[in-house]
C-alpha cells in the first residue's frame, strides 16, 4: 500500500483543516488507518484512527477528541481527518498510516505498516 497525505497549510488558531489520504491498492478497505503527528524536538503521537471496513469504530487522542473527526471513504480508498478549533499545539507534520495493530496497540505507531510522506500543518495564534 502507498499512502499519499495532502491538505496541510497555515490556519489561524480556531480555524479547520482537512487533511486525506489516498492509498494505492486494492486491499485499503482492510487496513485499520491512522493519523499520526510529529512536531520538531518531540516524539510522534497518536491523533486518530478509524477501524477496517465500514469505519465503525474511531479512537481519538484525548487531546483531539471533540475538535478532530477521523473518517474513510473505501471506494476512493481516502482516509480524511477534519480538523476543527485548531490550536498552535495542533501544529506539527502529520502522517497517515495503514496497519493491522491489535485494538490495545491502535495508539501506538510501531504497529502500523505503512506511511504516507507527511504533510505539514501550522497553526498561527
Known amino acids: 500500500v502507498q499512502l499519499q497525505a495532502y491538505g496541510g497549510g497555515l490556519v489561524q488558531a480556531g480555524g479547520s483543516l482537512r487533511l486525506s489520504c489516498a492509498a494505492s491498492?486494492?486491499?485499503?478497505?482492510?487496513?485499520?488507518m491512522g493519523w499520526f503527528r510529529q512536531a520538531p524536538g518531540k516524539e510522534r503521537e497518536f491523533v486518530a484512527a478509524?477501524?477496517?471496513?465500514?469505519?465503525?469504530?474511531?479512537y481519538y487522542a484525548d487531546s483531539v477528541k471533540g475538535r478532530f473527526t477521523i473518517s474513510r471513504d473505501n471506494a476512493k480508498n481516502t482516509v480524511f481527518l477534519q480538523m476543527n478549533s485548531l490550536k498552535p499545539e495542533d501544529a506539527a507534520v502529520y502522517y497517515c498510516?495503514?496497519?493491522?495493530?491489535?485494538?490495545?496497540?491502535?495508539?501506538?505507531?510501531?504497529?502500523?505498516?505503512?506511511w504516507g510522506q507527511g504533510t505539514q500543518v501550522t497553526v498561527s495564534s
Open positions: 491498492g486494492q486491499t485499503f478497505s482492510g487496513y485499520i
Open positions: 498510516a495503514a496497519g493491522s495493530p491489535v485494538l490495545s496497540a491502535i495508539r501506538q505507531w510501531r504497529m502500523y505498516r505503512y
Open positions: 478509524i477501524s477496517r471496513y465500514g469505519g465503525s469504530s474511531r
